[in-house]
């Protein structure tokens, strides 16, 4: 079993960045995927990055360029850095894992891009 804790998140405006952090319960040496998932109110949750094996790294096509997941294998942390944020990045992010055939969720931090 894993557990997630997420960090970050707030209120930013247009063109300005937030950074995310999960802190996951064990090493992430053995963790196949960590990443990002963003939901809005009444639409379905969406991929917004992330990275497997500790470094493959996968990225929706509306935040390449924009967003960097990268992670911290002292700290067993996955963190997004986004930047040039738009209000179309306001949702809530959710920190996930797969490990051995489960996947894990965080609880959920919300991002909201406005002036």
């Known amino acids: 079993q894993v557990q997630l804790v997420e960090s970050g998140g707030g209120l930013v405006q247009p063109g300005g960045s937030l950074r995310l952090s999960c802190a996951a319960s064990r090493t992430i040496f053995s963790i196949n995927v960590m990443g990002w998932y963003r939901q809005v109110s009444g639409k379905e949750r969406e991929l917004v990055a992330n990275?497997?094996?500790?470094?493959?790294?996968n990225y929706a096509d509306s935040v390449k360029g924009r967003f960097t997941i990268s992670t911290d294998n002292a700290k067993n942390t996955v963190t997004l850095q986004m930047n040039s944020l738009k209000p179309e990045d306001t949702a809530v992010y959710y920190c996930?894992?797969?490990?051995?055939?489960?996947?894990?969720w965080g609880q959920g931090t919300q991002v909201t891009v406005s002036s």
């Open positions: 990275v497997a094996s500790g470094s493959t790294t």
């Open positions: 996930y894992c797969t490990y051995r055939d489960y996947t894990y």
